[in-house]
């Protein structure tokens, strides 16, 4: 594991820490997110919610100001609210995944999040099942493929330009790389 991914882990494990700590701007997300939608943010976790809003405020800066976008953006981790993550969950995810890999990718294959192995099953499953409550909701189809794939590896299959935009592929990437900072 890099210097800089440690050094994002460590300050992603005490903005979780102090989340309960900090409010969450509800109005700003109120203002991007249909009622439904709204309703998809507010069952998530809090560290998720402020995590979705400053990512979302990031995308801005960078100017991307589409709907689907912001929709995306904040809604991102929804798939959390299914089995939300607790803070063990995380260090055993990052722990496991750093020092043992193979092992971390076969209990990520478990269909349900339970025992040690919960948060990996969180970690590998939450975009797909954030991508079914976003679409349940009324998300669009690029705002649900965004959550979908937030997670996609850099290698992974180019995505359909004529359905999800010309620009689909680097807006991923800007995201991604936005998720880890």
């Known amino acids: 594991m890099s210097a800089r991914r440690v050094r994002y882990r460590i300050s992603q494990f005490w903005r979780t820490l102090r989340a309960p700590c900090w409010p969450v701007d509800l109005e700003y997300a109120a203002a991007r997110l249909t009622p439904e939608l709204l309703t998809l943010f ?8 402020q995590h979705g809003i400053a990512l979302c405020r990031a995308l801005e ?6 709907a689907d976008v912001q929709i995306a953006t904040l809604l991102h981790d929804c798939g959390k609210s299914v089995a939300p993550p607790r803070l063990w969950d995380r260090v055993l995810v990052v722990l496991g995944e750093a020092f043992l890999p193979r092992q971390a990718a076969r209990w ?12 990996f099953v969180i970690r590998k499953r939450h975009a797909e099942w954030g991508a079914a409550l976003a ?12 959550i979908r ?11 359909p330009a004529e359905t999800l935009g010309p620009d689909f592929d680097a807006l991923l990437r800007t995201l991604q790389e936005l998720d880890d900072a």
Do not use: D, K
């Not at 294959?109 to 919960?118: D, K, M, N, S, V």
């Open 149 to 159: 794939e937030h997670h996609r590896g850099a290698n992974g299959a180019p995505s």
């Open 42 to 49: 507010r069952r998530m976790p809090r560290a998720e919610q």
């Open 61 to 66: 800066a960078r100017g991307h100001r589409a």
């Open 135 to 146: 679409q349940q909701a009324g998300a669009s189809p690029r705002a649900v493929a965004l």
């Open 108 to 119: 990520a294959a478990e269909e349900i999040p339970h025992g040690l192995t919960r948060g």
